[in-house]
């Protein structure tokens, strides 16, 4: 009861002050962990239960290895997945599938599809589960190549199974995603939300509405993932006007208090510059929050400039006892980066920022947050946060701490980290150290004219025309231009993309 009413603290004390523990205990408290999406507890728990030589039954195991997926840790999983063999039920499809599945948000998928194609029953489920998998950890080819091998075992796809693949067919520019929904002999609002969040995800709000508009004509009534959608296309259509509409088809629906529609509201106001309706929205008591509404309402602040707000929301985030996840540091590092380049540019001289004076505060809370992901928060930083962090000692003039930074990385830095450090480069007129920056970028992103434009901003600001001019010249001889920028346009109810020189 107190688990499924938010309140592990007190499902907890109840657990601890129990005389007996049996089975059903332990499986209802970590079931009420994950229920709270308290992750890290979870496994805490599950190794308590080893300690306390407690059977591990298919739910625990399963549980658990929903924890370990979630929090990307690839020891762990292994580490469940060895317990589930000695307890004999890693054959278990129930088990099976969930262990196939942390294998592949680890970034294991080898292992995965080994075990996989060693399964000795595979029904539709354990298909299903599979091809969603892979769909949500970012492998659409896999995902499709895996249905194909399904319909050579000759097993008819059911909804279930053409619902997990629509989104890969979206993310592989498949106009079959349109050819397999279609064919469902049966359409319902699920079906229906899966081709319009597809199209979302891919970029592509104008179908996305196209296809609302196309449900709106069924006899079939839209439900909260369909506002969620909506309301994301509408962020990418910056279309203030059309999502203040779908606000009030929402209310009217009376979905406004269900907390991803409502979280999806703060982003679509905050992304298209009504920060104050997005507040609103936040800080009305009677609605309950997540992560999520945290993490987007700090995000929204980042997004309007208001750096500040960001910062202090994420304190405000721990005071009330929400655990920051990997998107939180994500967002609030940029802040601190930000703050830096505000004051920078507040008539200090450069050599007193390059020494770290003006800027060791936010420096160093920036260092503490970051470090608060390992010791505190136990997330292991991502190429993201790294970037995050180049991003702020770069804005700061910090190249050395930069460079050793990038160089001690646990991995190979990405166009991200690389970018970042053009950009400060830039911003420092840091020739030297742009051209690094440049060449690694240019082998990460041959395609990318923004990196070249972007050093030869940089020749041309410190007056280097020479080189300004060699730089823009390799871009035709590479084949690269710059891409232009285009934007949605509603004429008479339809979406329509212009390009800038239109």
Not at 82 to 89: L, N, P
Not at 210 to 222: N, V, W
Not at 298 to 309: D, L, V
Not at 352 to 373: C, D, N, P, T, V
Request: proline letters at 3%; a neutral charge; charged letters at 20%.
């Amino acid at each position: 009861m107190y688990s499924k009413c938010g309140d592990v603290n007190a499902a907890r004390r109840v657990f601890d002050h129990m005389w007996g523990r049996d089975d059903v205990s332990w499986k209802t408290m970590v079931a009420g962990y994950v229920f709270n999406r308290c992750f890290f507890e979870v496994l805490k728990l599950f190794d308590r239960m080893k300690v306390e030589n407690s059977k591990i039954n298919k739910t625990s195991a399963v549980s658990a290895l929903l924890a370990a997926a979630e929090m990307r840790d690839l020891e762990k999983g292994k580490e469940i997945h060895e317990c589930a063999i000695r307890e004999g039920i890693d054959s278990d499809v129930l088990v099976a599938t969930p262990i196939m599945t942390m294998y592949i948000k680890c970034g294991e998928l080898e292992k995965a599809k080994k075990l996989f194609k060693g399964l000795m029953e595979r029904d539709l489920i354990a298909w299903a589960a599979f091809i969603s998998a892979l769909v949500q950890s970012g492998y659409p080819e896999e995902a499709l190549s895996i249905f194909r091998d399904m319909q050579n075992h000759n097993l008819k796809p059911d909804k279930t199974t053409l619902t997990s693949i629509l989104p890969a067919c979206a993310d592989l520019l498949a106009i079959r995603s349109v050819n397999v929904f279609n064919r469902l002999p049966c359409k319902d609002v699920v079906t229906w939300n899966v081709l319009i969040n597809g199209y979302v995800q891919f970029g592509d709000p104008y179908h996305a509405m196209e296809f609302f508009h196309e449900l709106q004509l069924s006899k079939i009534h839209p439900d909260a993932g369909t506002m969620v959608g909506l309301l994301h296309a509408c962020s990418l259509l910056n279309d203030l006007h059309q999502g203040t509409s779908i606000h009030g088809q929402i209310m009217r629906s009376g979905f406004e208090s269900d907390c991803p529609v409502r979280n999806a509201l703060i982003d679509m106001y905050a992304k298209c510059g009504s920060l104050s309706s997005a507040e609103f929205l936040f800080y009305k008591t009677e609605f309950t929050k997540d992560e999520v509404s945290w993490n987007v309402i700090i995000a929204g602040y980042m997004q309007n400039a208001h750096a500040k707000k960001a910062i202090s929301t994420f304190y405000h985030m721990i005071m009330e006892n929400f655990r920051p996840n990997l998107v939180t540091f994500v967002n609030v590092l940029p802040a601190v980066a930000s703050l830096a380049a505000l004051r920078e540019g507040m008539a200090f001289h450069a050599y007193i920022i390059r020494m770290g004076f003006l800027h060791a505060g936010l420096i160093e809370q920036g260092w503490k947050i970051f470090e608060s992901m390992c010791e505190k928060h136990h997330f292991e930083p991502e190429l993201e946060h790294y970037a995050c962090m180049v991003d702020l000692l770069g804005r700061a003039g910090l190249f050395d701490e930069t460079l050793i930074l990038i160089k001690t990385m646990p991995m190979k830095p990405d166009a991200g980290v690389w970018g970042a450090l053009l950009g400060a480069c830039k911003m420092y007129s840091n020739i030297k150290l742009g051209e690094i920056a440049l060449q690694h970028l240019v082998k990460l992103e041959p395609e990318n004219a923004t990196n070249y434009v972007v050093l030869s901003s940089l020749f041309a600001e410190s007056g280097n025309w020479g080189n300004e001019g060699s730089i823009r010249s390799r871009m035709p001889e590479s084949g690269l231009k710059k891409t232009p920028g285009f934007s949605w346009v509603e004429v008479e109810n339809r979406f329509h993309a212009c390009i800038r020189s239109q």
